[in-house]
C-alpha cells in the first residue's frame, strides 16, 4: 500500500497560462457559477480519511463533486470501508472501466470542470503522470486536463524521502520506508503544467476553499 507525503508544493494557479486568479477558487466563482470538481481517487490507503473528509467539507462549503474512482481505487476503499459511504455521500460516482471510460476526457475538453483533483494519488500513478503514460482513466484525465488549462492538484502519498507511519483499516500502526524513485517522481510532477502537488488532504482544502 502507497504511503507517505510530498515534499514539493507550489501555488499551481501562479503555473497557469492563462492567469487565473486564486479569488475564482471559491464555492461560488465570480460569475456566479458553483465550482465544479472532477475528483479522482486512485488505489492509495494512507490518509484516506482525511482525504474523504475534505471532500465532505468541501460538498458542505457548496462545491458540486463528481467522483471518479481508478480499478484499484475501489478495492482499496472496499478493504477500509468506505467505499458506501463514498456512494452515499456523493451520488456522481464513477469507477473506471478503461483509460476512456466514464468519458471523463469529454467533460474536461467542454470545461464542464473548474479542477481537476487526484487524491490519494499512489506512487504507480504519480509515476505514470511524471513520465507522460495515460494509460488509465486517471492518468488520461490528468493529461487531458492540463491541454485544457485547468487547474490540477494532487495529494501524492510516496513523496517524502524516509520513514512513514501509516495505518491498516482495522487501525494498526506500521512503517514504510519511502523509496528515492517515488520521491523524485512527486518532485517531477509537481514542476509540471497546471499541476499543484499538496502535502497532506489539508493542503488541499486550503488551496480549494
Not at 475501489?74 to 476512456?100: Q, R
Not at 520513514?163 to 514542476?191: Q, Y
Request: one cysteine or more; glycine letters at 6%.
Amino acid at each position: 500500500m502507497s504511503s507517505g507525503r510530498v515534499s514539493q508544493e507550489k501555488t499551481g494557479l501562479e503555473k497557469q497560462t492563462k492567469g487565473k486568479s486564486e479569488n475564482n477558487h471559491s464555492a461560488k466563482m465570480k460569475s456566479g457559477k458553483t465550482m465544479k470538481l472532477a475528483w479522482g481517487i486512485t488505489g492509495a490507503g494512507d490518509r484516506l480519511n482525511e482525504t474523504i473528509k475534505v471532500m465532505k467539507d468541501l460538498k458542505e462549503a457548496g462545491y458540486s463533486l463528481d467522483v471518479f474512482v481508478s480499478k484499484e481505487g475501489e478495492t482499496v476503499l472496499k478493504w477500509y470501508k468506505d467505499l458506501d459511504l463514498i456512494k452515499n455521500e456523493f451520488s456522481s460516482l464513477h469507477v473506471e472501466k478503461s483509460a476512456n471510460s466514464p468519458f471523463i476526457l469529454g467533460d474536461l475538453q467542454m470545461r464542464k470542470y473548474d479542477a481537476l483533483i487526484i487524491a490519494p494519488a499512489t506512487a504507480n500513478t504519480v509515476a505514470k503522470i511524471a513520465h507522460g503514460i495515460s494509460d488509465t482513466l486517471l492518468t488520461n484525465a490528468v493529461a487531458q486536463a492540463a491541454k485544457c488549462d485547468i487547474p490540477i492538484y494532487i495529494f501524492a502519498v510516496d513523496a517524502k524521502a524516509g520513514k512513514v507511519k501509516t495505518k491498516s483499516p482495522d487501525g494498526r500502526e506500521f512503517t514504510l520506508t519511502m523509496r528515492k524513485i517515488d520521491v523524485k517522481n512527486a518532485e517531477k510532477v509537481s514542476k509540471m503544467e497546471c499541476i499543484t502537488v499538496v502535502k497532506n488532504p489539508a493542503k488541499m482544502l486550503k488551496k480549494l476553499v
